[in-house]
Structure formats: structure tokens, C-alpha cells
């Protein structure tokens, strides 16, 4: 946060991290399980979800639509029509090799379930951090 800040930015974007908090309503605790152990090599962006690039875990489905031998994907929102009854059943029954979700390359830094709060105090002292440094490297130490 404080390297994009420090660049100009007006915000960040925090999305992926907060898949794996105890106050997440993820339904399927496969996808929670194969989130704490994905590096961010087990990523691929792939069409296969929605019709639209996205990065997600990669597994058996990802790679059979994404298979230059597989039927293609259909455009957005035609691919997410076609899939959500497969991609439902596949969640709700927990069929290990397709679960999946749609994930970015942080997933590697995901390796416990964590509070929300817990997640915002990591947050919140690396900043912390981070601004302290930076103010040292430029000669405003003890400014924040």
C-alpha cells in the first residue's frame, strides 16, 4: 500500500486476501483448502469462468477449456451462463480436481485463515513500516 501511495496512487486494491478470513463466506472449504496451499505458480489466467480474463486457480477445468484440443470459451456473459449450473454442482459437492475460484498472483502469501481484523493490523503496521523507511531514505524521519 504504501509503495503504491508513495507513487501517486489515491488508493489500492485489496481483493484476493480477504478469500481466506474466518469471516469469509467462502461455501466450500476445499476452495479454502487449496488456497491456503496454492504458491502463486497454481494461478492461470483463463476464460473459463466467465468468458472474461480472469486469474483463478488453476485446475482440471481451467486447463480442459483453456486445451487448444478443448470447445474455446464463449464472450462474456455467454461462458458464465453455460458453466454456473457445472460450476455450482462442482462447489457443492467438492470435486477436488475442478474446485476452484478466481484468485490473484497474492494467493502465494495466503497461508492461514486469518481474522479480518488480524488482516488490517498486518496491514496497518507494514504501512507503518513501509512510510517510517521511506521517510528515513528521504531525510523526514519521524514524520508519518
Known amino acids: 500500500m504504501a509503495a ?14 480477504w478469500l481466506t478470513t474466518t ?10 483448502r487449496k488456497l491456503l496451499a496454492a504458491g502463486s505458480g497454481d ?9 472474461k ?36 454442482r462442482i462447489q457443492k459437492y467438492e470435486i477436488e480436481p475442478l474446485l476452484g475460484t478466481p484468485v490473484g498472483q ?7 485463515e486469518r481474522s479480518v481484523q488480524a488482516v488490517f493490523d498486518d496491514l496497518t ?3 507503518e513500516q513501509a512510510v517510517d523507511r521511506i521517510n528515513r531514505i528521504a531525510g523526514r524521519s519521524g514524520q508519518s
Open 53 to 88: 480474463p480472469a486469474r483463478q486457480l488453476r485446475t482440471e477445468w481451467t486447463d480442459a477449456w483453456d486445451d487448444a484440443d478443448g470447445p474455446g470459451t464463449l464472450p462474456m456473459p455467454l461462458q458464465g451462463l453455460l458453466v454456473a449450473d457445472a460450476v455450482s
Open 125 to 127: 503496521h507494514g504501512f
Open 23 to 32: 469471516e469469509a463466506d467462502m461455501h466450500s472449504p476445499g476452495v479454502t
Open 106 to 112: 497474492i494467493v502465494g502469501r495466503m497461508n492461514s
Open 43 to 51: 494461478t492461470v489466467r483463463s476464460r473459463a469462468l466467465t468468458g
Open 4 to 17: 503504491a501511495l508513495s507513487l501517486g496512487a489515491q488508493g489500492v486494491w485489496l481483493g484476493s486476501l
